[in-house]
């Protein structure tokens, strides 16, 4: 799904100006590494460039509470923020799994250490995504949906990190091809758990294809300072990659609904 961004922006006067939106998640949507970060957000680096305050500023809704975290997994998401959502609520976003599968540590290893140690964390990362995750998710999600039981929920995922290359500076293309397939993984099991409860699935890897990382136009983060920026969207990736992915799932949800 490709939407020029700005495309598909609702009319206030039409069903967005009812829209009770809220965000949910990690920091892919706290927007980590996107920058101009709320001072009053603290730890969860809440950006002003996450695609979800571009999203709610775009289209005119009605109220927006931002409540995504660094660092947050399915867990915390569960323990402190389902707060923000009432039976008011009519849209939901979140992107949630990375961490709960060790997205932190997996990279440490992958950029620390060798191609086989970083090949056999993504392994131990793979097997919990495939067999623990599913069930954290169901769990969450089911709490989304009893709390807000008439919301629009889309789940969006994560795009795989590098454009495979034959020369690029930094990891080995083994490495890069072993965290590409992790994403891969990841996505497929947060895509089913999505269809499972019900919820929207927006796939943002065909946004960022041909922007990863190695690819002469980048809409992520490579290591970078601050470290916890390193392996996130950008500003750009934000504006061009998860705002028009949530744009079209968020209309589609409400074609859904009509």
Known sequence: MTF??????W????SAAATNYVALGDSYSSGTGAGSYDPDSGACKRSANSYAKLWAAANGASSFKFAACSGATTATVTSGQ???LSSSTTLVSITVGGNDAGFSDVMQVCVLQSESNCKTRVTQAETYMTNTLPGRLDSLYSKIRAKSPSARVVVLGYPRLYKIVNV????SNGKRTALNRAADTLDGVVA???????????????????HELCSGDDWLNAVT??????YHPTARGHRLGYLPAMTGSARAAV???A
């Open 4 to 9: 020029a961004a700005g495309s598909m922006v």
């Open 11 to 14: 009319p206030a006067t039409a």
């Open 82 to 84: 389902l707060g923000s």
């Open 168 to 171: 690029c500076v930094g990891l």
């Open 192 to 210: 089913k758990a999505a269809g499972r409860a019900g919820f929207t699935w927006s796939d943002v890897r065909d946004e960022f294809a041909g």
């Open 225 to 230: 300072i601050p470290i916890e920026s390193s």
């Open 255 to 257: 074609k859904q609904d």
